[in-house]
């Protein structure tokens, strides 16, 4: 007894084939003229197949709905005599059918871990352009080209771009330098296209974080301050306040004040405060400043005089 032709078959079914699509039917002849039965003695585990044991028909199953999966089914399909013939056992021949898996484009890309770019996602200012922000990828679960991903950048045409996506690694860099103090975040979205001939696309949208450097110096609400001291004010008398600001964050933000070194020392200057004070008697004394200093050593300073 054989199985025909040449005891192996090639056949293709879609990926979404519906239930009981027929796939392939295997013939076995038996010059004895014995009764065969069919049935899959391998490669069916998922239990996808099922075979007539009578005519040899490999459909989809019915129910649940078939889910094919990868590119190819390898069956082994066994056909046994019922040795009506009367030989010493029963004969059987085994065949090889090949169930090619044609993929269709029904998943689109997917960025995992868009949560954690969006955490993750900064840059500092004032960087050439070109610099690296973040790299991202997707998945898709499909075959072939209806699984291969390109990355792009969703902009308004009208918008210059502030960064650039390479399409085959996912890497963004940035398109200009930033100033942290003109604009804090920039909101982009990501997306992943598959190279299907109707492709399919996701999105990842996040906000860029623009991280501060020390690139501001404190400035003085006012450039000048004059005040108008009796010779007898009480040491210890505060009388002025003299207040700074600094455009950037944190740290590069913080302002200490200070009198600069060759000022006279009857006045002082609270270095948290800003407030300035008799420190000593006053005698003859003509006129002192003050001045700010941050962590930067950058100065500005302003007068006090009597
Ligand atoms: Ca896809
Ligand atoms: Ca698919
Ligand atoms: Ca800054
Ligand atoms: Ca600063």
Same mark, same amino acid.
């Given at each position: 007894?054989?199985?025909?032709?040449?005891?192996?078959?090639?056949?293709?079914?879609?990926?979404?084939?519906?239930?009981?699509?027929?796939?392939?039917?295997?013939?076995?002849?038996?010059?004895?003229?014995?009764?065969?039965?069919?049935?899959?003695?391998?490669?069916?585990?998922?239990?996808?197949?099922?075979?007539?044991?009578?005519?040899?028909?490999?459909?989809?199953?019915?129910?649940?709905?078939?889910?094919?999966?990868?590119? &190819? $089914?390898?069956?082994? %399909? /066994? @056909? =046994? *005599?019922?040795?009506?013939?009367?030989?010493?056992?029963?004969?059987?021949?085994?065949?090889?059918?090949?169930?090619?898996?044609?993929?269709?484009?029904?998943?689109?890309?997917?960025?995992?871990?868009?949560?954690?770019?969006?955490?993750?996602?900064?840059?500092?200012?004032?960087?050439?352009?070109?610099?690296?922000?973040?790299?991202?990828?997707?998945?898709?679960?499909?075959?072939?080209?209806?699984?291969?991903?390109?990355?792009?950048?969703?902009?308004?045409?009208?918008?210059?771009?502030?960064?650039?996506?390479?399409?085959?690694?996912?890497?963004?860099?940035?398109?200009?330098?930033?100033?942290?103090?003109?604009?804090? &975040? $920039?909101?982009?979205? %990501? /997306? @992943? =296209? *598959?190279?299907?001939?109707?492709?399919?696309?996701?999105?990842?949208?996040?906000?860029?974080?623009?991280?501060?450097?020390?690139?501001?110096?404190?400035?003085?609400?006012?450039?000048?301050?004059?005040?108008?001291?009796?010779?007898?004010?009480?040491?210890?008398?505060?009388?002025?306040?003299?207040?700074?600001?600094?455009?950037?964050?944190?740290?590069?933000?913080?302002?200490?004040?200070?009198?600069?070194?060759?000022?006279?020392?009857?006045?002082?200057?609270?270095?948290?405060?800003?407030?300035?004070?008799?420190?000593?008697?006053?005698?003859?004394?003509?006129?002192?400043?003050?001045?700010?200093?941050?962590?930067?050593?950058?100065?500005?300073?302003?007068?006090?005089?009597?």
């Amino acid at each position: 007894m054989t199985l025909n032709p040449s005891c192996r078959y090639r056949t293709f079914v879609s990926e979404d084939a519906g239930p009981n699509t027929l796939v392939a039917t295997v013939l076995a002849k038996d010059p004895d003229g014995d009764g065969i039965t069919y049935s899959i003695t391998a490669g069916n585990e998922e239990g996808n197949f099922v075979i007539d044991s009578q005519k040899g028909l490999i459909r989809l199953r019915s129910t649940p709905l078939p889910k094919l999966q990868g590119l &190819e $089914y390898i069956l082994n %399909v /066994t @056909a =046994t *005599d019922d040795n009506a013939s009367g030989g010493p056992h029963p004969l059987t021949s085994t065949a090889r059918v090949v169930v090619g898996v044609d993929d269709v484009n029904n998943n689109k890309p997917i960025f995992e871990q868009c949560q954690q770019y969006r955490e993750q996602a900064s840059v500092l200012e004032n960087q050439p352009a070109g610099t690296f922000v973040l790299q991202v990828h997707a998945v898709d679960a499909d075959e072939g080209a209806n699984g291969k991903v390109k990355y792009g950048l969703m902009h308004r045409d009208s918008a210059m771009p502030a960064f650039r996506i390479h399409p085959d690694t996912g890497v963004i860099v940035t398109a200009r330098r930033f100033d942290r103090e003109r604009q804090r &975040e $920039y909101s982009i979205t %990501v /997306t @992943a =296209t *598959d190279w299907a001939e109707e492709p399919l696309i996701g999105i990842c949208q996040l906000a860029i974080q623009i991280l501060d450097q020390n690139d501001n110096s404190p400035k003085f609400e006012n450039l000048r301050y004059e005040y108008f001291l009796r010779e007898d004010t009480l040491v210890g008398t505060s009388f002025l306040r003299v207040a700074a600001h600094d455009d950037d964050f944190g740290t590069n933000a913080a302002i200490t004040y200070s009198m600069s070194v060759e000022q006279p020392e009857y006045l002082r200057v609270n270095p948290v405060t800003g407030w300035v004070y008799v420190n000593q008697p006053i005698s003859q004394v003509t006129c002192g400043s003050v001045s700010t200093k941050l962590m930067n050593k950058s100065l500005q300073s302003a007068s006090v005089c009597d």
